[in-house]
């Protein structure tokens, strides 16, 4: 790749700390998502078949982003050279944080369908919402792409398609925000709370892809190359893994409050009750302890 188009990572010498840092932190991301994907899986067995497909969905998220970073981890290993006292950039290999946008490439649509899903929206808005959401997406991360490969060279061309990159990620925030208000009619009342939280998770962890990408535009020596990994692991790992436990937990009450007995039996012994046998659900009234747990 000819270093005109090459990551900033490729044109700073390191401190020892500042190489592990990055190293660690790496690290930390794809052993986080390959460990929570048996953890999905097993969480899949307590929640209402309809819903099954939310933990699923998360099992395989973590399987690829695990896989992403791991090449990320290999490809950090490989690209610095301890001479002297600091890493140098190796001569023969080149970093790239491409491989990201691969991954988000995969991810972020499965995400989405993740939410659509466990919001338990009409089919028919599912679908036209999922095609719309995905496009916007897959405009988002490609032209998110094309920008980094300038960060290094000219900055100006990368803010330019950061900003390109902005406008399909508002559509993105505005459907998200949309389809969340119209499943309030479909989502039990215990469970609003949650409609509400999420979105602004949403946008906090999503946004915050965006900082990490304009950090080039701040500095380019080995602090910021370590805040900006820093930034990426905390987005990849509250917005894939936290946000998957939190739409599973999310779907796991929802299958509670609809009657289906595994999800009432998980919830009470995580509670420290007792799961109707018969497999009537909880209490679910206001005045109940049980429905308060759900």
């Known amino acids: 790749m000819e270093a005109l188009h090459q990551n900033i990572e490729n044109f700073a010498n390191l401190s020892h700390p500042q190489y592990q840092l990055v190293a660690v932190l790496l690290m930390i991301g794809y052993g986080a998502h390959f460990a929570f994907s048996v953890f999905f899986l097993a969480a899949s067995t307590q929640i209402a078949p309809r819903y099954r497909l ?4 998360s099992a395989v998220i973590m399987l690829a982003a695990g896989l992403s970073l791991l090449r990320e981890y290999i490809a950090w290993s490989d690209s610095f050279t301890w001479v002297g006292t600091q890493w140098m950039p190796a001569a023969d290999t080149v970093f790239s944080n491409a491989y990201r946008y691969a991954n988000w490439t995969i991810t972020i649509p499965l995400l989405l369908a993740q939410l659509l899903i466990a919001l338990n929206l009409p089919q028919r808005t599912i679908h036209k919402r999922f095609a719309a959401l995905v496009v916007a997406a897959i405009a988002m991360i490609w032209t998110g792409l094309i920008g980094q490969f300038f960060e290094h060279s000219n900055v100006g061309t990368m803010l330019l398609w950061g900003f390109i990159s902005t406008i399909p990620f508002v559509y993105l ?16 009342p215990q469970l609003h709370g949650w409609l509400h939280n999420l979105f602004f998770y949403f946008l906090f962890f999503w946004g915050l ?20 990994q820093f930034m990426y ?10 946000y998957g436990v939190i739409l599973s937990r999310f779907v796991l009450r929802r299958s509670a409050l609809e009657g289906y007995d595994g999800a009432v039996k998980a919830l009470a012994s995580w509670a420290g009750l007792t799961g109707s ?15 308060k747990e759900l």
């Not at 939310?54 to 969905?57: A, E, K, M, S, T």
């Not at 925030?173 to 039990?188: C, D, F, I, N």
């Not at 692991?233 to 936290?242: E, G, H, N, P, Q």
Request: net charge negative; proline share 9%; charged share 20%.
């Open 54 to 57: 939310v933990p699923w969905l």
């Open 173 to 188: 925030v505005w459907g998200v925000w949309k389809s969340l208000r119209e499943s309030r009619a479909h989502t039990p």
């Open 209 to 228: 892809y965006a900082l990490a990408y304009m950090v080039p535009a701040v500095g380019t020596d080995g602090d910021a190359i370590v805040v900006r």
């Open 233 to 242: 692991t905390v987005a990849d790992i509250f917005s894939k893994l936290v």
């Open 277 to 291: 046998a018969s497999g009537e659900p909880l209490d679910e009234t206001p005045s109940s302890p049980q429905a």
